[in-house]
């Protein structure tokens, strides 16, 4: 994990503009975004940073942007300052340790990241959370493909999983999600640093709230790794980013079962056949 992250300003009010940025700069490397209404923050290493890569990116859009270098000790304030809870009707709730709980949800996860940005996608997470209601997961096993802070996995136990494995190519995240199990007293959930499924065993239920990148390249491992008749829940996509989703589970033994889309992201749960 880099000590230092470059800070990125885009001037943007249109939502639809603003989520297709953000879909092309997580392609780009670029690790976590904060929106309000006026702009878009986002955040890479210093050491990847590409400014004229940045400059083609955003021209099609015709839109700005302004970098400065933050360090390690000020992502906290950043991140508290713009996050917001996540919440899914009466079903879940998604907040800080400094956001008030509510009485009427069902489920209410204490979610404090490491790093002061989140992934600013909060579409796909309720879209993920909110189809995660629609499945049973009763004594299941499950994967959570890039856990990030643990959001997914740590809701999977509180709705009845036998087992969870959680897994993260990021330190941060992997040190992170173990402190959330611990911060919402849950057990069962296995917290693994790895990229890959290769060793992993086979899931009822797998959950993939990832990028673009990420899910075309290993969606067929996600099918090989999940039993015949599991699910397969997948965010991260935008909608104009559908024609490639098919064509990449044309060939595997999958259904798709129900889709979704929030604010141009997209939600897909398939059926392993």
Not at 69 to 93: D, K, M, Y
Not at 101 to 130: C, E, N, W
Not at 157 to 177: F, L, P, Q
Not at 182 to 192: A, D, M, P, T, Y
């Amino acid at each position: 994990m880099a000590n230092s992250y470059q800070q990125v300003r885009i001037p943007v009010k249109e939502l639809e503009t603003r989520e297709i940025v953000i879909a092309l700069l997580a392609d780009a490397g670029y690790e976590g975004f904060e929106e309000s209404r006026e702009e878009l923050l986002a955040f890479i290493p210093v050491d990847q940073f590409d400014a004229a890569l940045l400059t083609e990116l955003l021209h099609p859009f015709s839109l700005t942007s302004e970098a400065t270098t933050i360090e390690q000790r000020n992502w906290n304030a950043e991140w508290e300052a713009g996050f917001q809870p996540v919440q899914v009707g009466e079903f879940c709730l998604i907040r800080a340790d400094f956001h008030p709980g509510l009485d009427t949800v069902r489920h209410d996860l204490i979610i404090t990241p490491k790093m002061s940005f989140g992934t600013g996608h909060h579409a796909t997470t309720y879209q993920m959370v909110d189809a995660m209601q629609g499945l049973d997961f009763t004594d299941k096993s499950v994967l959570d493909f890039g856990t990030g802070t643990g959001i997914l996995a740590i809701l999977a136990v509180k709705m009845g999983a036998a087992s969870v494995v959680a897994i993260d190519n990021d330190s941060w995240s992997i040190e992170n999600t173990k402190e959330n199990i611990e911060r919402n007293q849950v057990k069962g959930i296995s917290v693994l640093e790895l990229d890959h499924l290769n060793e992993l065993p086979v899931f009822d239920i797998i959950l993939a709230n990832i990028n673009k990148r990420v899910i075309l390249d290993q969606i067929g491992n996600m099918v090989a790794h999940c039993a015949p008749g599991g699910k397969i829940l997948i965010s991260g996509l935008l909608v104009g980013d559908k024609p490639d989703l098919r064509a990449a589970i044309e060939e595997l033994p999958v259904s798709l079962l129900k889709q979704t889309n929030k604010d141009s992201w997209l939600c897909w749960c398939l059926e392993r056949n």
